[in-house]
């Protein structure tokens, strides 16, 4: 799996606008691996259904989200830039499934069976997310 380009990553947050990008940072989001490529970010500020929307992911960027704000607003809309600084979601969408269906055991360092760490196919357990492993 390919790191996260530093250089792509925030080129997309600066084409954000001064709104966008707080919104992106401060509201509240839950997010779910639909495929690979492919999140469902879902606005959890909101009481109200209606407020999850599927981000594509390709070469370590977001690249498109079927929100309206991204159809009709120039830049970046908030989904794809809270995919894009929240570094375990992003890599986690770029991860290449197992060909035979299976699923990596990988233990780490903090002993917690099935995590990939940062560079594995699924999300880091907590522990290695607050170590940024």
């Known amino acids: 799996m390919q790191n996260t380009s530093p250089t792509a990553k925030s080129d997309l947050v600066?084409?954000?606008?001064?709104k966008t990008?707080?919104?992106?940072?401060?509201?509240?989001?839950?997010?779910?691996?639909?495929?690979?490529?492919?999140?469902?970010?879902?606005n959890?500020?909101?009481?109200?259904d209606g407020h999850s929307y599927t981000v594509n992911v390709e070469t370590d960027v977001p690249v498109a989200c079927e929100c309206k704000a991204f159809e009709y607003q120039d830049g970046p809309c908030k989904h794809m830039v809270a995919v894009a600084i929240r570094e375990p979601v992003l890599m986690a969408a770029q991860a290449v499934p197992i060909?035979?269906?299976g699923q990596a055991k990988n233990t780490c360092q903090n002993g917690q069976t099935g995590c990939c760490g940062p560079h594995g196919d699924e999300l880091p357990c907590f522990d290695c997310y607050q170590d940024r492993r």
């Open 44 to 48: 959890d500020s909101y009481d109200e």
């Open 99 to 101: 060909p035979d269906g």
């Open 21 to 42: 990008l707080k919104r992106a940072q401060w509201e509240s989001f839950s997010f779910e691996l639909e495929a690979p490529g492919l999140v469902r970010v879902t």
């Open 14 to 18: 600066g084409q954000a606008n001064e």
